[in-house]
């Protein structure tokens, strides 16, 4: 949505939509349009005041080099450090006449209120049209028919989040391991389960690992073994080429168990956000699938 904003702003036909041929689209497709600025940063899950100023605060005292205006962008703006939100304050209060701000969030309450108050907010709702994100997915992004659905499934109508899932190799991994845990959990010990909680906990505090999505799949794995129990068809699962599994799951693990798994998948995920320790909130969410 940002690109095709920008692409929509810089545009050289100047009609509402964007060309999306023109040399202006086409530089802002491939990134390296000169006024349009995407904010990297260096640490997977912090954006610092340093970047935030080298990149943007001090940039946007340069107009714009060909275009009429400069948009920077800030993608996982939660992501900025207090000192990094509040440098950015003046620079949203008063931008020169050229000066555009996009902050992409999934969480926009964990922004800063200053900030918050000093933007316009604009929320993104996931696409109805299944059939659609389906055809991008396998025509642009080659997709074999089966993988388009699991991604469909699991993205539930984010179109960014389903081309993300489409072109990385992480999402194939992720769910392997996922599958791994969830379904071999019975077989591990204390110091396997210490183990993986703490291999979970690196790999998020690195940034290889996005905890979230991680805890989505974990979750969507207990509500197949919920569905399973409540109403013994195949029809509706996830995971179809765990179906055995998942039945033997459901057939031991009592409603109220599989229900308390999935809030503490919940709880953890909370927690995990505020800075708690990883490692032991980890040891215990999966002490709480091994009961089952
Ligand atoms: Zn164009």
């Known amino acids: 949505m940002a690109q095709a904003f920008v692409q929509a702003l810089f545009c050289e036909k100047g009609t509402e939509e964007a060309c999306g041929e023109c040399p202006a689209c086409k ?5 390296n349009h000169p006024d349009f600025i995407y904010v ?5 899950n912090t954006i610092s005041v340093k970047e935030i100023r080298e990149q943007l605060v001090e940039d946007l005292e340069i107009r714009p080099y060909s275009a009429s205006h400069k948009v920077y962008v800030i993608d996982e703006a939660e992501k900025m450090s207090r000192e990094a939100q509040n440098a950015l304050l003046k620079s ?17 309450s964990s922004l800063l209120s200053t900030i918050r108050s000093r933007c316009v907010t604009l929320n993104i709702r996931p696409v109805e049209e299944r059939e659609a994100v389906r055809k991008i997915l396998i025509k642009e992004y080659q997709m074999p028919e089966y993988e388009a659905e699991d991604i469909l499934n699991f993205a539930q109508g984010n179109v960014g989040k389903a081309i993300a899932l ?12 996922v599958l791994a845990l969830a379904g071999r959990i019975h077989d591990f010990d204390q110091a396997r389960i210490r183990e993986k ?31 399973y129990k409540a109403t013994s068809n195949p029809e509706q699962i996830y995971f179809k080429n765990r179906i055995r599994e998942i039945k033997r799951q459901s057939a031991r693990g009592r409603y109220s168990d599989l229900k308390e798994v ?4 919940d709880r953890t995920g909370k927690l995990l956000r505020s800075n708690i320790d990883a490692e032991l909130s980890l040891t215990m969410l999966m002490q709480a699938m091994k009961e089952i």
């Open 27 to 31: 530089k802002v497709e491939h990134k």
């Open 40 to 44: 990297t940063h260096e640490k997977p």
């Open 92 to 108: 949203l209060e008063e931008p020169p006449e050229y000066g555009v701000i996009l902050l992409l969030t999934n969480n926009a």
């Open 166 to 177: 489409a072109t990385g190799e992480e999402y194939r991994q992720m769910m392997d391991d």
């Open 197 to 227: 909680a703490h291999d979970l906990a690196e790999a998020n505090r690195k940034g290889g690992l996005d905890l979230k999505e991680y805890f989505d799949l974990l979750v969507l794995w207990y509500r197949d073994v919920l569905l």
């Open 262 to 265: 999935i809030d503490s998948i």
